[in-house]
């Protein structure tokens, strides 16, 4: 259960301006032998001692905060892997993993992902996306989040359905992030066409605590996406979870060239431009929040 002494997110950020979240865990998965095919959720009961290592390596680098591997243990996706009878287990697994890694002090901000399923398309009904995210913030909270980071989503029709889901059910705090992509243009939108301060808009309306963006883009970009955020919204906090700068495909595998020292450079303007919160997405390691972490801290004695 998550300690009843525990302060909100949205209260430490009043007092301590800048605090540090974690980095990569489906690229940080790859690295401990996870193989295409398999199911990640389903590592968190048979390869537990895995999964809770990258959690504590991010505890080590600094993460006031850490996500769940449970990004896509909705019960669509869990039904690719004929496991859509387990998401109350497998997200209650997930949610004890990152709390026994995190202890009393430091959050648990449970990873919750997009369905796959577009409500457009009519392949769902908005009650069948609020049932099924209701399943899975309810477990999570069982299992001892605190907090819940809705992520990587595209359109605001399901995120909402997402946000909407964790405000009625649960106690956790609601953080929700959306991934952009630079257009020919040079304005950011995500694949549904969704612009940052559209988003914004939509999503603290739905009832998110913590609004921001992750993946998909360096942190250099992130600086930009941030500054759209801050002037539609001046006073929500914003989350960032940058990817190690944009993917080069080599031999089939993607490698992400920003370095620690660089990605945390880079961190700083994003600060700049408006974020709270600052970690990693994918290709980012331990080593690159711990370089975060210590940018956030200086930045933080300079004041
Ligand atoms: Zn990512």
Not at 45 to 53: G, P, Q, T
Not at 130 to 136: G, I, L, S, V
Not at 152 to 170: G, H, K, L, P, Y
Not at 186 to 212: C, H, K, L, N, Y
Request: net charge negative; glycine share 10%.
């Amino acid at each position: 259960m998550v300690p009843h002494y525990m302060q909100k997110i949205t209260e430490k950020l009043k007092k301590s301006g800048v605090l540090v979240s974690d980095g990569a865990w489906g690229t940080f998965l790859q690295k401990q032998g996870f193989k295409p095919g398999e199911c990640p959720e389903e590592w968190n009961i048979s390869h537990r001692a895995e999964v809770l290592a990258i959690a504590s390596s991010y505890i080590a680098a600094g993460a006031d905060m850490i996500e769940t591997n449970s990004f896509g243990a909705n019960r669509f996706k869990l039904e690719h892997f004929g496991l859509g009878e387990r998401v109350e287990d497998l997200n209650i697994a997930a949610a004890q993993i990152s709390r026994e890694a995190a202890g009393p002090d430091r959050h648990v901000i449970a990873s919750i992902g997009p369905t796959g399923k577009l409500l457009l398309a009519g392949d769902v009904t908005e009650k069948d996306l609020y049932d099924a995210f209701t399943k899975q913030a309810v477990a999570l909270e069982k299992g001892g989040a605190d907090a819940c980071c809705i992520e990587t989503f595209t359109a605001i029709d399901e995120a909402v359905q997402a946000v909407r889901a964790a405000r009625d059910n649960t106690r956790l705090e609601i953080i929700c992030t959306f991934t952009f992509e630079k257009t020919v243009r040079g304005e950011f939108r995500t694949m549904m066409g969704v612009s940052p301060s559209q988003m914004a808009a939509a999503i603290v309306e739905a009832g998110a605590d913590i609004i921001g963006t992750n993946c998909g883009n360096g942190m250099k970009n992130m600086a930009e996406i941030v500054k759209e955020i801050r002037d539609a919204d001046q006073s929500t906090p914003i989350l960032v979870h940058a990817n190690a700068g944009m993917p080069k495909n080599a031999g089939g595998v993607d490698i992400f060239p920003e370095t620690p020292d660089e990605m945390a450079g880079n961190a700083l303007a994003v600060v700049n431009a408006g974020a709270n919160i600052i970690g990693g997405c994918c290709g980012t390691t331990p080593g690159h929040i711990s370089a975060i972490a210590r940018a956030v801290k200086n930045l933080e004695k300079r004041k």
